[in-house]
């Protein structure tokens, strides 16, 4: 029994290898095409270590005189981070108000705005179209900002997080003379940081490639944000390989970074708003 154990732990440890490896195996192709010619990126057999390395890859997409790829990139940033930023805002104090406020029909209320969830995002394309040419911001970060900004799935998963938490922490800050804001800012807020971090995260990940919102929305090429940007690469007749993996690096980078970062908040983040009651 103990050798088929053994035997049934080495297979399952040799499969699971081989399958992460099958996993990671376009991240490293990516990462070791960076650093090669074009010719050399198709070449088969494939070779991780790259026989020509060169940096030009790199040095051109800041350097290249028909893209603005280094403005592409602070529009992106800038982007991201006003959509973090106001999101938390105003998910946090939504989520806050239907799971600490009481007030007539709220369940109501949050069912209704739950109900939103079922809508396909795609509907949503043309009335969005027509609501920002009407408002004047089509062509400009707003278009993208603004629609990112009302998140049901995140004022869920903070509802959930924020119900957690003990209501005798708020009647003890109540007692104590602490408005709703106070209560929110400097007692709920730093109780709920992990599931905070967690909507962070994803935020980022899904503002930070976002494709379809740039591309409708945007027309002007010094405006537009990274993920359309990229795709410009791999238009027209000659495809450079080289530049559209070293873009495609440049690109992932944060994202990565952002998890290396924010890992620890994220399983804190979803242990802790698991649904309850």
Not at 3 to 22: D, R
Not at 37 to 47: E, G, L, N, R, T
């Amino acid at each position: 029994m103990a050798a088929k154990e053994k035997v049934y732990k080495i297979l399952l440890t040799v499969f699971m290898a081989a399958f992460g490896i099958v996993c990671i195996f376009p991240f490293i192709f990516m990462i070791s095409s960076s650093f090669k010619i074009s010719a050399d990126v198709m070449k088969f057999p494939f070779h991780l270590i790259p026989e020509r390395f060169t940096m030009d890859n790199f040095v051109g997409l800041f350097t290249n005189g028909m893209y603005n790829f280094q403005k592409w990139y602070v529009n992106t940033i800038v982007m991201t981070a006003l959509c973090i930023i106001i999101k938390i805002f105003f998910v946090s104090f939504t989520a806050y108000g239907f799971s600490k406020i009481n007030f007539k029909g709220r369940d109501a209320i949050f069912l209704v705005l739950l109900s939103a969830m079922m809508i396909p995002s795609d509907i949503m394309i043309l009335p969005r179209y027509i609501i920002f040419k009407n408002l004047h911001i089509l062509d400009t970060m707003w278009a993208l900002i603004l629609p990112s900004c009302v998140d049901v799935y995140f004022v869920f998963l903070l509802r959930q997080s924020f119900i957690a938490i003990p209501e005798s922490i708020s009647e003890a800050a109540k007692i104590d003379g602490c408005s709703h804001l106070r209560i929110f800012w400097q007692v709920i807020f730093p109780l709920a940081k992990p599931s905070i971090a967690t909507m962070a995260l994803f935020s980022f990940t899904w503002a930070w490639n976002d494709y379809m919102g740039p591309y409708l929305y945007i027309s002007t090429m010094d405006k537009q944000m990274l993920s359309v940007g990229v795709k410009l690469f791999s238009s027209g007749l000659i495809q450079d390989y080289g530049s559209q993996m070293a873009a495609a690096t440049v690109v992932l980078i944060p994202v990565l970074v952002a998890f290396l970062f924010c890992q620890r908040f994220f399983i804190e983040g979803v242990a802790s708003s698991g649904v309850k009651g």
